[in-house]
T-cell receptor
Framework: EDKVVQSPLSLVVHEGDTVTLNCSYE??????LLWYKQEKKAPTFLFML????IEKKSGRLSSILDKKELFSILNITATQTGDSAIYLC?????????????FGRGTQLTVWP | NAGVTQTPKFRVLKTGQSMTLLCAQD?????MYWYRQDPGMGLRLIHY???????AKGEVPDGYNVSRLKKQNFLLGLESAAPSQTSVYFC????????????FGQGTRLTVV
């Protein structure tokens, strides 16, 4: 049973559109939730979220966490073809006895010119 | 900073051959992970380690073994490679005591023929 579920699994949009990617999780007592962007190589870090309701923003990307409802969203405004990638969500559990780093399956975003 | 380094970057094996993938990190991280990534499957955890001398199974451990003899190194072994192990392998590390993201190696593309 997946601990981290991302939706949609794939998304195709045109340049200029705004997209919202979803990440829901079942891990309680976690330290942080992470968003990564993966193009052809290793995932690159986007955001780390630890507190509910505080938006993290970087350019056209933003993300927020809801610890009560156990989900996070990643927003991309004014999409560009360079945003085409797999976006991964991960949860790092808290505590030394919990070593698991849970990833979702990712959302494949394709942005057409 | 080197961060997380994986070797080799590419490898082609014949069915039945063995090999070892090396992951080295210079950030003094306690936790290290081996993932495989296949199209549409996201990152699946093979094995992980929460400290020197300790290892644990992840979601897809069959056919793989690991060792963490030194804190900075995490080795992934394939004793008898099978075509089903054709994949891209990623190593990651994180420090549970620090509020930072997980760091990834650049990946190893393995083809078993």
């Amino acid at each position: 049973e997946d601990k981290v579920v991302q939706s949609p699994l794939s998304l195709v949009v045109h340049e200029g559109d705004t997209v919202t990617l979803n990440c829901s999780y079942e891990v309680t007592n976690f330290r942080s939730l992470l968003w990564y962007k993966q193009e052809k190589k290793a995932p690159t870090f986007l955001f780390m979220l630890t507190s509910s309701g505080i938006e993290k923003k970087s350019g056209r990307l933003s993300s927020i966490l809801d610890k009560k409802e156990l989900f996070s969203i990643l927003n991309i405004t004014a999409t560009q073809t360079g945003d085409s990638a797999i976006y991964l969500c991960a949860v790092i559990p808290r505590g030394s006895t919990l070593g698991r780093l849970y990833f979702g399956r990712g959302t494949q975003l394709t942005v057409w010119p | 900073n080197a961060g997380v380094t994986q070797t080799p970057k590419f490898r082609v094996l014949k069915t039945g051959q063995s090999m070892t993938l090396l992951c080295a990190q210079d950030m003094n991280h306690e936790y290290m992970y081996w993932y495989r990534q296949d199209p549409g499957m996201g990152l699946r955890l093979i094995h992980y380690s929460v400290g020197e001398g300790t290892t644990a199974k992840g979601e897809v451990p069959d056919g793989y073994n690991v060792s963490r003899l030194k804190k900075q190194n995490f080795l992934l072994g394939l004793e008898s490679a099978a075509p089903s192990q054709t994949s891209v392998y990623f190593c990651a590390s994180v420090s549970p005591g620090l509020n930072t993201e997980a760091f990834f190696g650049q990946g190893t593309r393995l083809t078993v023929v």
